[in-house]
């Protein structure tokens, strides 16, 4: 409760402190003479020989060296702005999973998480704000991290260079808004379908050496996981999140400064029910009779929090620019039940608790040691605790699995801790005008209460520019990706035995970091002003392909290997921007198998178990083609703007169960079929004086209000169904000040 009033607090006070120190002068009056975007506001002359710092130009020097300490050279790079994300349907109001969502190579999944498959790989991404790696919380951070603080982000896939460990499918590499190259802030409201009301501000500025930004936002809608059923509306599924996020940049001097990140998120949600499910049996081990209980009644909620804080120093000394970081992160889940209605339909109620705490240091440097050779070197270290608790109400069950007697409380906790560390240098060596050599290599050792694991990891990228517009890349890549510590089994095997919690086998070989080759080779061409495309292809060959999914009821994945996987795919990508004409499209095709399970095998049913273990399945997140495509228009006049922008997503549809002709069962076999959903907005700004104006804006999203499915509730890993969200129509106003 003290977050969400902290966020009333700010969004009430940022604008209206704000516009008390400058209120806009009325359309076509007076006003004062304006201040540089950026600028600080006129201060007394300073004394004779004083130095003056402007924050804005030394912090975009500071931050053209820091993206030359981390550069992504050899890999494949697709940038989203500021304004691509106002583009969007939602504008910055669009969840953050949804952004990515407009990358190649990106397929959609559950909500509840964030969920997304990135070059058919489960999760697997690394989040970077600022050039620091944030570490891992229990739910991801496709939920967490609000669009409202990004200046601009890459996705970056492909063969990393060896500054990019443990994470690989891919790296969300974000850039902050700073405040020193903005003055000013923003607040207003979103509302519509659903019974969303989103309100939200955010205020950036600079005083002397000190630039600054922070945003907050509170989200409330009765969709908050996506519908079990094809109904329009969910039945039981509000969700209420707060957000914030603070940056603060203090410039030391013209070649130095120092800067801090706080953010908090605390979101709940409640599960969605499905009507009309046959009731079983109470909890005092008795059958129900015939409509004994409603399963549209049923009331399981959950709630997820999550808090990370970053303090780096960044210098930079002539050929030599480096990087020193600490950072620290909390990250909690707590899974409620319905202690009669989950026993009532699975037999199982667990209340579920698990927290993690980790703390870590990274630092990154770069120095240029002729005009054609940089080498490059860093360090990671980073410590995590998890408790997960969880206590599983279940019934004494006989050999059949019938309950023999009214159903009782096992207590199962856990205390589990993984190191993570890693090393790594790398040599940039341009062979000729058009030819550059980067290779390099990291050694990261994992060790955990269940793991312990090294591996020294080779890179090399090539990176040819045989003509003005053309760009040739291809790159080999070794990878170490340690399963997540807080992806811990759901309770000790012996506890549950002759219970109705009881797995199906008791074979539980510990969890194993992923190893693999990966190969990528693409190239881009600009066809003429403003139109750029780009074919990229990729190969991996892994040994303990990492996946994890939802077994049970609660929102909380866990993590399994298959003994071999390969995932192989193209991608091809175009854009356009003339004026104010923009637009992209993106297509890609996947394929992402794994064979035998060899880890966490109590999870899965004993024939499932047996097939895999001599077949090869398709993995659950695999979806064939991928596509998305966008375009928007902006007619800009003196005194306002108006745009408007299209979009859409296209998937041939996530992994389920099939059966084959003999009447065996395939485990993902299948597909859901195919979707697509379009999006369109509109947006209207109303110029004020100064950088004062208001901002009218109507979106729909899913405009031709289609029923798809995202899972169909088989598939590994997979415990409900889930339906996209249908038509939504949404307003919002603004204020900029």
Same mark, same amino acid.
């Given at each position: 409760?003290?977050?969400?009033?902290?966020?009333?607090?700010?969004?009430?006070?940022?604008?209206?402190?704000?516009?008390?120190?400058?209120?806009?002068?009325?359309?076509?009056?007076?006003?004062?003479?304006?201040?540089?975007?950026?600028?600080?506001?006129?201060?007394?002359?300073?004394?004779?020989?004083?130095?003056?710092?402007?924050?804005?130009?030394?912090?975009?020097?500071?931050?053209?060296?820091?993206?030359?300490?981390?550069?992504?050279?050899?890999?494949?790079?697709?940038?989203?702005?500021?304004?691509?994300?106002?583009?969007?349907?939602?504008?910055?109001?669009?969840?953050?999973?949804?952004?990515?969502?407009?990358?190649?190579?990106?397929?959609?999944?559950?909500?509840?998480?964030?969920?997304?498959?990135?070059?058919?790989?489960?999760?697997?991404?690394?989040?970077?704000?600022?050039?620091?790696?944030?570490?891992?919380?229990?739910?991801?951070?496709?939920?967490?991290?609000?669009?409202?603080?990004?200046?601009?982000?890459?996705?970056?896939?492909?063969?990393?260079?060896?500054?990019?460990?443990?994470?690989?499918?891919?790296?969300?590499?974000?850039?902050?808004?700073?405040?020193?190259?903005?003055?000013?802030?923003?607040?207003?409201?979103?509302?519509?379908?659903?019974?969303?009301?989103?309100?939200? *501000?955010?205020? @950036? =500025? +600079? /005083?002397?050496?000190?630039?600054?930004?922070?945003?907050?936002? $509170? !989200?409330?809608?009765? &969709?908050?996981?996506?519908?079990?059923?094809?109904?329009?509306?969910?039945?039981?599924?509000?969700?209420?999140?707060?957000?914030?996020?603070?940056?603060?940049?203090?410039?030391?001097?013209?070649?130095?400064?120092?800067?801090?990140?706080?953010?908090?998120?605390?979101?709940?949600?409640?599960?969605?029910?499905?009507? *009309?499910?046959? @009731? =079983? +049996? /109470?909890?005092?081990?008795?059958?129900?009779?015939?409509?004994? $209980? !409603?399963?549209?009644? &049923?009331?399981?909620?959950?709630?997820?929090?999550?808090?990370?804080?970053?303090?780096?120093?960044?210098?930079?000394?002539?050929?030599?620019?480096?990087?020193?970081?600490?950072?620290?992160?909390?990250?909690?889940?707590?899974?409620?039940?319905?202690?009669?209605?989950?026993?009532?339909?699975?037999?199982?109620?667990?209340?579920?608790?698990?927290?993690?705490?980790?703390?870590?240091?990274?630092?990154?440097?770069?120095?240029?040691?002729?005009?054609?050779?940089?080498?490059?070197?860093?360090?990671?270290?980073?410590?995590?605790?998890?408790?997960?608790?969880?206590?599983?109400?279940?019934?004494?069950?006989?050999?059949?699995?019938?309950?023999?007697?009214?159903?009782?409380?096992?207590?199962?906790?856990?205390?589990?801790?993984?190191?993570?560390?890693?090393?790594?240098?790398?040599?940039?060596?341009?062979?000729?005008?058009?030819?550059?050599?980067?290779?390099?290599?990291?050694?990261?050792?994992?060790?955990?209460?269940?793991?312990?694991?090294?591996?020294?990891?080779?890179?090399?990228?090539?990176?040819?520019?045989?003509?003005?517009?053309?760009?040739?890349?291809?790159?080999?890549?070794?990878?170490?990706?340690?399963?997540?510590?807080?992806?811990?089994?759901?309770?000790?095997?012996?506890?549950?035995?002759?219970?109705?919690?009881?797995?199906?086998?008791?074979?539980?070989?510990?969890?194993?970091?992923?190893?693999?080759?990966?190969?990528?080779?693409?190239?881009?061409?600009?066809?003429?002003?403003?139109?750029?495309?780009?074919?990229?292809?990729?190969?991996?060959?892994?040994?303990?392909?990492?996946?994890?999914?939802?077994?049970?009821?609660?929102?909380?994945?866990?993590?399994?290997?298959?003994?071999?996987?390969?995932?192989?795919?193209?991608?091809?990508?175009?854009?356009?921007?003339?004026?104010?004409?923009?637009?992209?499209?993106?297509?890609?095709?996947?394929?992402?198998?794994?064979?035998?399970?060899?880890?966490?095998?109590?999870?899965?049913?004993?024939?499932?178990?047996?097939?895999?273990?001599?077949?090869?399945?398709?993995?659950?997140?695999?979806?064939?083609?991928?596509?998305?495509?966008?375009?928007?228009?902006?007619?800009?006049?003196?005194?306002?703007?108006?745009?408007?922008?299209?979009?859409?997503?296209?998937?041939?549809?996530?992994?389920?169960?099939?059966?084959?002709?003999?009447?065996?069962?395939?485990?993902?076999?299948?597909?859901?079929?195919?979707?697509?959903?379009?999006?369109?907005?509109?947006?209207?700004?109303?110029?004020?004086?100064?950088?004062?104006?208001?901002?009218?804006?109507?979106?729909?999203?899913?405009?031709?209000?289609?029923?798809?499915?995202?899972?169909?509730?088989?598939?590994?890993?997979?415990?409900?169904?889930?339906?996209?969200?249908?038509?939504?129509?949404?307003?919002?106003?603004?204020?900029?000040?």
């Amino acid at each position: 409760m003290n977050f969400r009033l902290f966020l009333y607090s700010f969004l009430l006070g940022a604008a209206s402190a704000r516009a008390d120190s400058s209120p806009p002068a009325p359309p076509g009056g007076p006003s004062s003479a304006p201040v540089a975007p950026g600028a600080s506001p006129p201060a007394a002359s300073p004394s004779p020989g004083a130095v003056i710092l402007d924050p804005v130009v030394v912090s975009d020097n500071l931050d053209q060296e820091r993206g030359a300490i981390l550069p992504d050279l050899g890999a494949t790079a697709f940038g989203i702005s500021q304004e691509q994300i106002f583009n969007l349907p939602q504008g910055a109001d669009t969840p953050f999973n949804q952004v990515l969502l407009r990358a190649p190579g990106v397929a959609e999944d559950s909500a509840a998480n964030g969920d997304l498959h990135v070059r058919g790989e489960h999760a697997n991404l690394q989040y970077r704000i600022n050039g620091v790696l944030l570490p891992e919380g229990i739910s991801g951070f496709g939920l967490e991290l609000d669009p409202r603080f990004v200046d601009s982000l890459q996705l970056i896939t492909g063969s990393l260079p060896a500054q990019y460990g443990f994470r690989t499918a891919g790296v969300v590499d974000i850039t902050t808004k700073s405040g020193a190259m903005e003055d000013g802030g923003e607040a207003g409201v979103e509302a519509g379908s659903f019974d969303t009301f989103r309100p939200s *501000g955010e205020v @950036a =500025g +600079t /005083a002397g050496k000190l630039s600054y930004f922070a945003d907050a936002s $509170f !989200d409330q809608n009765a &969709l908050g996981i996506e519908n079990p059923t094809s109904s329009a509306a969910a039945v039981h599924d509000r969700t209420a999140q707060g957000k914030a996020f603070a940056y603060a940049s203090y410039i030391l001097d013209p070649s130095s400064r120092i800067s801090c990140i706080a953010s908090a998120s605390d979101s709940d949600y409640q599960v969605p029910d499905t009507p *009309g499910l046959p @009731a =079983g +049996t /109470a909890p005092d081990g008795v059958p129900w009779l015939p409509g004994g $209980f !409603d399963s549209s009644k &049923l009331d399981e909620n959950q709630n997820e929090q999550n808090y990370y804080g970053v303090l780096a120093y960044q210098k930079a000394a002539g050929d030599l620019n480096y990087q020193l970081s600490g950072f620290g992160r909390a990250s909690s889940v707590r899974f409620t039940p319905d202690p009669v209605g989950d026993l009532t339909f699975n037999g199982v109620a667990s209340d579920v608790e698990r927290s993690l705490r980790s703390a870590g240091l990274q630092g990154d440097g770069s120095d240029a040691l002729t005009p054609q050779q940089m080498v490059r070197a860093g360090v990671f270290l980073l410590s995590e605790n998890v408790t997960a608790d969880a206590t599983t109400t279940v019934f004494p069950v006989d050999a059949d699995g019938d309950p023999t007697g009214p159903a009782f409380p096992i207590t199962d906790d856990h205390r589990l801790y993984g190191l993570f560390a890693g090393v790594y240098a790398q040599d940039e060596w341009k062979l000729t005008p058009q030819l550059t050599l980067n290779s390099g290599a990291r050694f990261d050792l994992y060790n955990s209460s269940f793991d312990d694991e090294h591996q020294l990891s080779p890179r090399v990228n090539l990176v040819y520019q045989p003509a003005v517009g053309t760009t040739l890349h291809a790159g080999y890549a070794r990878y170490f990706t340690p399963p997540p510590v807080e992806n811990v089994a759901s309770g000790t095997l012996a506890k549950f035995a002759g219970t109705s919690n009881a797995a199906a086998t008791d074979q539980d070989d510990p969890v194993r970091a992923e190893r693999s080759n990966y190969f990528d080779a693409g190239v881009t061409q600009a066809l003429g002003a403003g139109f750029q495309v780009g074919l990229d292809g990729y190969d991996k060959r892994a040994r303990n392909q990492l996946d994890d999914g939802l077994f049970g009821q609660t929102l909380i994945v866990s993590a399994f290997n298959y003994a071999e996987g390969q995932v192989d795919g193209v991608e091809l990508t175009g854009s356009y921007a003339h004026g104010g004409f923009s637009a992209y499209a993106n297509l890609a095709r996947s394929v992402a198998k794994g064979r035998d399970w060899d880890s966490a095998q109590f999870l899965f049913d004993p024939a499932d178990l047996a097939y895999v273990a001599n077949h090869w399945i398709y993995l659950d997140h695999d979806q064939a083609l991928s596509g998305s495509f966008g375009m928007a228009y902006r007619w800009r006049q003196s005194r306002s703007d108006t745009q408007v922008s299209a979009d859409a997503i296209y998937g041939t549809g996530l992994r389920t169960d099939s059966t084959a002709p003999d009447g065996a069962d395939i485990p993902n076999g299948g597909t859901v079929p195919p979707h697509a959903v379009l999006d369109l907005a509109v947006e209207h700004t109303f110029k004020l004086a100064l950088r004062h104006s208001w901002k009218l804006r109507l979106d729909a999203t899913n405009l031709l209000d289609k029923s798809y499915e995202l899972r169909n509730g088989t598939g590994v890993g997979v415990n409900a169904a889930q339906f996209g969200m249908r038509r939504g129509l949404f307003g919002s106003v603004r204020y900029a000040f």
